[in-house]
């Protein structure tokens, strides 16, 4: 059984910092790219940032040079890294493996708030 869990998030201001985990079991972790997405209000999900089996990293306009994403494949575990958080960052954060024509079950997601 696919399970997905994010946790990590939180209320921050603007200009600080946020460390995102996702937690992926019931899948072999280390054959999948990963990404991380993010969901606004109102807003649809968008993908900010993945990571391949080989390490190679790809990120969104909007978060390049702010956000890192990492793995760790011994704990099957996908990281992003927020430096620099703007009010604009605010939503709920998930991930998921972008490549998948079906994507694994969605998470809930944990929720950052960027506000002074």
């Known amino acids: 059984q696919v399970q997905i869990v994010e946790s990590g998030g939180g209320l921050v201001q603007p200009g600080g910092s946020l460390r995102l985990s996702c937690a992926a079991s019931g899948i072999i972790f280390s054959s999948y790219t990963m990404g991380w997405y993010r969901q606004a209000p109102g807003k649809q999900r968008e993908l900010v940032a993945r990571?391949?089996?080989?390490?190679?990293?790809n990120y969104a306009d909007s978060v390049k040079g702010r956000f890192t994403i990492s793995r760790d494949n011994a704990k099957n575990t996908v990281y992003l890294q927020m430096n620099s958080l703007k009010t604009e960052d605010t939503a709920i954060y998930y991930c998921?493996?972008?490549?998948?024509?079906?994507?694994?079950?969605w998470g809930q997601g944990t929720q950052v708030t960027v506000s002074s």
């Open positions: 998921n493996a972008p490549i998948l024509t079906i994507p694994l079950p």
């Open positions: 990571i391949g089996s080989g390490r190679n990293t």
